[in-house]
């Protein structure tokens, strides 16, 4: 049995394909834990769902700030964007069952001791409240209310995190931490504009997992999101986007006991252009 963590697919079903392959990946003794972004901006976003979905509890995904677009979208609250290529799920014969199947999916996930978001993680929230905000946000998506959820899901306000935050704000904060968060302040305000590589923090912001005295210091966490950034490991740190959509690689880590984890990755065309 073997146990994999994936980057950011961003609908490549056949670098996803190649990937599994080379790992050796059967669904009937191993487990894939998905970081987000299964789709969009790749040519095969709906096989992607596919496929996932076939392999069951085998395949343990996260939401991306992508995949939450492709929700947004599905119930009209969101116009695509010009690079967007979400229409093949839109109009498929399967798209009820593919948008719940996504919408059933963890905004974040605790296994073999690591903390798995597809973004970042605000400072002043532990282990254990991650989880919890994050809990709070599945059970809207899952919910019958799903359909109001996205009209107020967008905008960067609040970008600083209080307990005292209720309704939509409160929930709007937790999904721009999970899914958008690359830099922030070290008190937690959120700059969700920011793109680049560690060099490009904006003024008085940090990389959020450099943030000193952060509550999860000490947790392993594994994210993706940031392909300017790139693949990075450290020992409580997990950085899995390699770009697979624009031409990098597609990047899957063994998950080992001992902590002796091994990088897997295949090249990918690109499909869409840097910056677009």
């Known amino acids: 049995m073997m146990d994999y963590l994936l980057g950011d697919i961003r609908g490549c079903d056949g670098p996803l394909a190649r990937l599994l392959e080379k790992i050796g990946f059967s669904p009937s003794r191993d487990t894939l834990y998905v970081l987000g972004d299964l789709v969009n901006r790749g040519p095969s976003s ?18 991306g700030n992508h995949d939450l677009s492709l929700l947004a979208v599905a119930h009209g609250h969101r116009a695509s964007h010009r690079n967007d290529t979400m229409d093949e799920i839109l109009r498929a014969p399967d798209r009820e069952a593919l948008l719940d199947w996504l919408r059933h999916r963890a905004m974040a996930l605790h296994a073999h001791g690591i903390l798995m978001v597809h973004g970042g993680v605000l400072p002043q929230w532990d282990l254990r409240q991650a989880l919890a905000l994050a809990g709070e946000v599945e059970a ?7 359909a109001g959820f996205p009209a107020h899901m967008y905008g960067d306000e609040p970008a600083q995190w209080s307990d005292g935050l209720a309704g939509h704000d409160r929930l709007r904060v937790i999904v721009n931490a999970l899914t958008r968060l690359r830099f922030c302040t070290p008190e937690g305000v959120m700059d969700l504009r920011a793109s680049g590589g560690l060099r490009d923090a904006p003024p008085g912001c940090l990389p959020w997992f450099d943030v000193p005295d952060r509550k999860t210091a000490g947790v392993p966490v594994a994210f993706g999101h940031w392909s300017t950034l790139g693949l990075l490991l450290r ?9 697979c959509v624009w031409g990098g690689c597609l990047s899957a ?12 990755q295949v090249q990918c065309p690109q499909a869409q252009a840097p910056g677009d």
């Not at 020992?235 to 770009?243: A, H, V, Y």
């Not at 880590?253 to 897997?264: I, T």
Request: hydrophobic share 50%; charged share 20%; with cysteine.
């Open 46 to 63: 709906a096989a992607v769902l596919r496929r996932l979905m076939a392999y069951g509890d085998a395949a343990r995904c996260l939401l």
């Open 253 to 264: 880590l063994r998950l080992d006991a001992g902590g002796a984890h091994e990088v897997v």
């Open 140 to 146: 809207v998506l899952r919910g019958p209310v799903l």
């Open 235 to 243: 020992p409580d740190l997990i950085s899995l986007d390699t770009g």
